[in-house]
């Protein structure tokens, strides 16, 4: 899956779980600028990306990941090409 | 030498370190360090009490090297495991038994018994235990879970575990971010020391200037307040909120501020919390490292478990997707504020003061934002205006202050007798035709007292603007010096001493 594919994707994702059609995410988004991505909804958008893309992020992905360029990074090492 | 950073002993104490620190080789600065944590453990408490810190390093030790040195998944759990249940066992064991045994005599004596079926223990509990218990767990689930770097000397393990400044009341530290630098040389930076000093000034001012007043006040009700009903509660738990704040934030401007004195940044616990504008909010900026360490270790974790994820999928099938997603989340809730409230002692005061309640706060809150937010469009409100968000704060303020309530009583009975008398007496009119000038502050200490909060309150104002002790240093040297040292003497001339100047105790040190 190519880089841009995983980005198509999680944008799907992210509108789907924070109800927000107008969301577009990119390499440096981050928790801050989506007002409703607090610590509650963190864990339930891990696990839609999760059941979306067939993988698991392991504890320490979860509480460290720094933006949703990192989140893409450990997706595409996990899923392979 | 009492346990207060605000004794005059400690202070020698401290000047002394920070000479020393700078004279001998930057690559025994730790060392020294550790040997300061450990006099400091001596001096301030039972002696031999140290053994339980230097029992949770060799734990800590011990189960790192384990975790990172196999790649075997089953003995790495083991370690994990095997630390997680001597730490937490010896947490619970110090300090919840007897809760435990109490809350079964209520329930016996509730159903009839006529004697107490189980009889409590006496135990010294280390000081500061809670606090480095959560850093060093932190410390070892991250090096589980290959976050952070496992440390091999366990003399380097101690000093992350026992750094003196820290070790009292916290803030409680994450090794991954906060636990390297103290290993590093730390060269004699004027600037850096200079702000360090200057922010423990900062720090005495809201302990010893405002804390102290407000504790008179707040003692003289609550310790017997069927005397003191209606308003005089209302005042005084006001009175309690500023006290636990100034306490609590201003032992950390002291912390923090040592520490940067000896090059070292730790996290910071408190970001003006009483400028929320609401409850979720408050706890993201009020003891911020207990929020961030029940966030990564509790909360997440729980809802990542398998019972979890499978009670959500449940959930969601039942009752649609965003109830579902609600109920689970306000489940582990439940969990995270039972712990949270129980971390701060064994007592339902604290179990609901500072947990269930905020709980029940949180989950009310987003169940009933569909109907506020139709209210508004009714009434016509705009959302984002400043007044509402003027209501917002003060709104947020109350609520934390019923907390306050439970959290200073002397049980949750007592909470609820006094939030009973102050709904229901109505004496205002007493309390400002000078009632208010006999709760231990006559009308020159309350002035002074008044004063100083104003003065916190435009300094924390000054701070949503970014650091004020920069902006300060940008001033002419006469307008700096003359700032600093109006405040300095303020605080000689009018903090409160105790009868060994070391009345300060800081609160959250019992914890």
Redesign the interface.
Known sequence: MTRERVFETLNEVFRDVFDDESITVEEETTADDIEDW???E???L??AVEQEFGMKF???Q???MKNVGEMADIIMSQIGD | MPASFTSFYFLCFYALLLLIYYLIPKKTQWVFLLFASVAFYLLTGEGVLILYPVAASLIAYGAVRRIAGTEDAKQRRLALGAALFLLIGALAALKYINFGIHTINAVASWCGAQEKILTGFHFLVPLGISFYTFSILGYIVDVYNGIARPQQNFFKTALYAMYFPAILSGPILRYREDGEQFFEPHPFDYRQVTFGLQRMVWGFFKTLVISERMNIVVNTVYDNYTAWPGSYIWIATVCYAFQLYTNFSGSMDIVLGMSQTFGIRLPENFETPFFSKNISEYWRRWHISLGVWMKEYVFYPLLRTKAFMDLGKGLRKKWGKKRGKQMTTFLAMFILWFTVGIWHGGDWKFVIGSGLLHWFYIVSGELLAPFYKKCMEKLAIDPKSKWLDGFRVLRTFFLVNIGFVFFRAASAADAWHMLASAVRVWNWGELFGGGIFALGLDVIESVIAAVSLLVLLVVSLLQQKGPVRERIEKKPVLVRFALWYALLFYIILLGHYGPDYSAAEFIYQGF
Request: aromatic fraction near 0%; proline fraction near 0%.
């Open positions: 607090d610590s509650l963190h864990i339930n891990i696990a392991s504890m320490g979860v509480v460290s």
